[in-house]
């Protein structure tokens, strides 16, 4: 829940921010790449979609950078798809092992504010 609902709406706006910033694609061209619409793009941008997970994104450097990478090989178009899918997987993975996640279940569950750690930085992937 917390990835669907918090961490992968952050990634695809940290994405799509990328790629007009720093690449100067166009809402239409990234909305294309991303396979979302270009209303979906601006409130990427507008972080009215994705904002709840952004801080977390942004307060890890390997995530910042796997995000770049991401960005990079999507706007040059000749990484396979399935390469883009692990390094996506990978800032989940960055992620919990940071106990970043971990942050956002306390936020979601406060009962979890009891426990000493949360599972899914323990979990195997």
């Known amino acids: 829940m ?3 609902q918090y961490i992968l709406p952050a990634l695809r706006g940290a994405i799509a921010k990328e790629l007009i910033e ?3 694609l166009r809402k239409t061209e990234v909305a294309d ?3 979302v619409t270009p209303a979906a793009v601006t409130q990427y ?3 009215s979609r994705g904002d709840a997970g952004s801080g977390v994104l942004e307060r890890s450097s ?3 950078s796997l995000v770049s990478e991401i960005a990079s090989d999507l706007a040059e178009g000749q990484t396979p798809p399935d390469v883009l899918l692990m390094k996506m997987c990978r800032v989940c993975y ?3 092992t ?3 996640v971990c942050e956002l279940h306390r ?3 406060p009962s979890l504010n009891q426990a000493k750690s949360c599972a899914c930085s323990h979990a195997p992937i």
């Open 62 to 64: 390997s995530v910042i």
């Open 94 to 96: 960055t992620l919990r």
């Open 98 to 100: 940071e106990g970043l």
């Open 22 to 24: 720093e690449h100067g």
């Open 33 to 35: 790449m991303m396979e």
């Open 2 to 4: 917390i990835v669907v």
């Open 45 to 47: 941008l507008n972080r």
């Open 107 to 109: 936020e979601a569950m």
